[in-house]
């Protein structure tokens, strides 16, 4: 179905006028992709600016043309069945990394088997099955030869439960069990610090400083003399303790905490986040398919979610089910216009968290303009994932943030490392990096011009406009 190797005469001359040669001398990390999607393109997008070895393989040729016209990388189209010879040709025996992100999941899993036994150090197969991350099941690829299986409607449904947890946060990233927390917002005239410089309003010792502001366009790392106004979108970072106290200085203080929400789309990401839905909270499921409706009574726990044959999607329908009773509202059907409009209907009837699946990239950057909450994407969240296996340091779960196109990772200094070196002041750290805190003996603190990094500290960064595999230098 899949493989069985041609390479375009196209394709050839390109490979060997690239700047990343294809050789086992190659000092880059060597990762082979297979399947040229969302994710794969996403993917390629991200280890190509950071110059690796890139190979990626798919049966579709306009993908990997639309692919290769933005990317520097090897391009391989495959069909029929001689998956070895493809291997092969595409160098798996010296592959850093092998990543398999079709949408057979079946293919996915025998490809990363088949890539291990011939040579790849590390293989990542996306599976759209929840039985598949069982942890006994997990273990049991493992030994097969499969490093990590990832399952993006649960990258998803995890996303949307933490983002449930705090109605007046656009976002929340939580560093090494939530001692720092990131915190994405959008400040109005309510906000107590608005229009106010910074060097005015914080000091070295504040419980919660900014890194980052999203601006119209325009990304803003901040300065002392910059200041906030109303429609910005930012971002804090602060410590565990200091969460509530966000919520009164944000002027949001009148955001209800959520008990009850709709979610509109009965797919397998409505049913990861009914089932892990946390205590004391209900929800209703639309599902205008009555058989997919019969499928999810059998998924969910009926005691807490109610299952609806109906188009959420109507204001009647909303109403009727006592929409104005609900604090949350999640779009996830498959139609990002759909869950675009949805969204705002349901802001219009008075839903304070209004949370939409966008899975076009095309569509992220219209959805934050028109301001409709809270944006998951199962791409990028599972391009983020699969991201922080091919950085050298210590460094552990990486986020791509698409509102302000910048990563936010946790990154481990080692003894001797240049981070340990100075204080943070002195260390040259480059201008589009933001170190936004660390954890130290289980303590969560944030970070000023002079703070010391100690060896063993986990430390936080925010990096816009350079790829944050520059910044491992610092820490290794």
Known sequence: MFFGYRQTVKTLYICRHKKTQYNQYSTAMRVIIVGAGAIGAHLADLFSKIKQDIVIIDENEERLERIQADSDLM????????????????????????IAVT?????????????????????VAKVENAEFIDPQITEAFRAAGITSIIYPDNLAAHDIINGLQLTWARQRWEVHGGLLTLLGIKVR?????????????????????????????????????????DGDFVYFMTTKDFVPNMKEIMGKSHYPDVKNLIIVGGGKTAVRVANLLPSGMHAKIFESNAARC???????????????????????????????????FVA?????????????????????????????????????????????????????????????????????????????????????????????????????????????????????????????????????????????????
């Open 75 to 98: 391009t391989i189209h495959s069909t029929g069945n001689t998956p070895i010879q493809s291997l092969n040709d595409a160098g798996v025996k010296n592959t850093d990394l092998f």
């Open 294 to 328: 019969e499928e999810l009574i059998d998924l969910v726990d009926t005691s807490r979610v109610m299952v609806i044959n109906a188009d959420g999607r109507s204001v009647a329908n909303l109403l009727e089910e006592n929409i104005k009773g609900s604090q949350a």
């Open 189 to 229: 005239q309510g906000c107590k610090i608005l229009n106010q410089p910074f060097k005015e309003i914080f000091k070295p010792d504040s419980p919660y400083h900014v890194v980052a502001i999203k601006r119209g366009n325009d990304t803003i790392m901040p300065s002392g003399n910059d200041m906030l106004i």
């Open 332 to 476: 996830l059907t498959g139609n990002a216009e759909a869950n675009i409009l949805s969204c705002l209907t349901a802001k219009e009837l008075g839903v304070t968290k209004t949370i939409a699946m966008i899975e076009n990239m095309d569509y992220v950057g219209i959805a934050g303009n028109v301001d409709i909450g809270t944006i998951i994407n199962k791409q990028a969240l599972t391009a983020s994932y699969i991201y922080q296996l091919m950085l050298n340091g210590d460094v552990r779960n990486i986020r791509n943030l698409m509102t302000v196109n910048a990563d936010i990772a946790e990154f481990t200094a080692h003894q001797g490392s240049r981070i340990t070196k100075k204080k943070v002041r002195d260390l040259g750290f480059p201008a589009e990096a933001e170190l936004g805190g660390l954890v130290r003996d289980g303590k969560g603190m944030l970070v000023n011009g002079d703070t010391q990094i100690q060896p063993g500290d986990i430390v936080v960064v925010f990096c816009h406009g350079t790829d944050i595999s520059k910044i491992e230098k610092y820490f290794i």
């Open 103 to 123: 949408r057979d999941e079946n293919l996915n899993l025998s490809l990363c088997v088949l890539a291990k036994s011939m040579g790849a150090r590390r293989t």
